[in-house]
């Protein structure tokens, strides 16, 4: 027995990747209009190394660190710090409030499917981090000197790792989360955590070895080596790639696990 296709199922196959196309402006459209999105997302980490690098002894070389400056350290710290605040706190609130409101059901009866509405987003917060990220970069170099990447191929892939890695601890986090409320407030629980993960209150490379050892087997800390390594002209280790390969993974396994439409 031989099928067909309906021909309104014809008709929205393709319109879906028009469609979709539309949503991921009218995202970028809602994205744009929220100041306080713009500000934590893509300002705030270069304000942070801005007030870190105008602290004078963080201009002065320091043999406890190699020779160099705790502002070379930081810049790695305000990229994750970017990562951080699009994965975590901009991305689970939007994703919870649309599923609270319904919008992820009834997107289910049009030829956009829910899940375009997700896609959207990670491609969204995901290039805002990488904005940032640039700035954060480009105001290191011209303002405190800070030298680029001594290994641009493994920083640029250290940083697509860290970015996949943040965005899928943000799904994650929206997964288990019913409510908007409840996405801010599991995002502030893990948020802190990250933070320190990341070296924002203490670089990583200035831990204590043994909590070093530990923190660099978080998703963040392994970042943090990975991105320090490639700023200092080296490959990053492949166990710091290795670990936050594999918390991409899982962190993904458990969104796609426990996410629900509505």
């Known amino acids: 027995m031989t099928t067909t296709a309906t021909p309104a199922a014809t008709a929205s196959a393709p319109a879906r990747p028009r469609a979709s196309v539309a949503l991921l402006r009218t995202e970028i459209r809602l994205f744009l209009r929220e100041?306080?999105?713009?500000?934590?997302?893509?300002?705030?980490?270069?304000?942070?190394?801005?007030?870190?690098?105008?602290?004078?002894?963080?201009?002065?070389?320091s043999p406890d660190i190699g020779g160099r400056r705790v502002v070379d350290l930081y810049v790695p710290v305000a990229v994750l710090f970017a990562l951080i605040m699009s994965g975590l706190q901009a991305m689970p609130p939007v994703l919870s409030g649309y599923r609270e409101r319904g919008i992820l059901r009834r997107l289910s009866t049009t030829p956009v499917r829910p899940g375009a509405l997700l896609g959207a987003q990670l491609v969204l917060h995901g290039a805002a981090a990488l904005v940032s990220a640039l700035l954060v970069l480009g105001v290191g170099r011209i303002a405190f000197g800070v030298e680029l990447a001594g290994d641009l191929p493994g920083y640029v892939l250290a940083l697509l790792l860290a970015v996949a890695g943040s965005l899928a601890l943000g799904a994650a986090v929206c997964a288990v989360s019913r409510t908007q409320k409840m996405a801010q407030a599991v995002g502030s629980a893990v948020f802190f955590p990250s933070m320190f993960t990341a070296g924002v209150w203490l670089p990583v490379q200035q831990m204590p070895d043994t909590l070093r050892g530990i923190v660099e087997f978080t998703p963040l800390g392994a970042a943090s080596q990975a991105l320090d390594a490639a700023m200092g002209g080296h490959w990053p280790a492949w166990s710091a790639l290795g670990i936050l390969t594999l918390w991409t993974v899982l962190l993904t396994g458990a969104a796609v696990r426990w996410f629900r439409w509505e």
Do not use: D, K
């Open 35 to 61: 100041p306080a999105a713009l500000f934590w997302v893509i300002i705030s980490p270069t304000v942070l190394l801005a007030i870190l690098g105008s602290i004078p002894s963080f201009r002065e070389a």
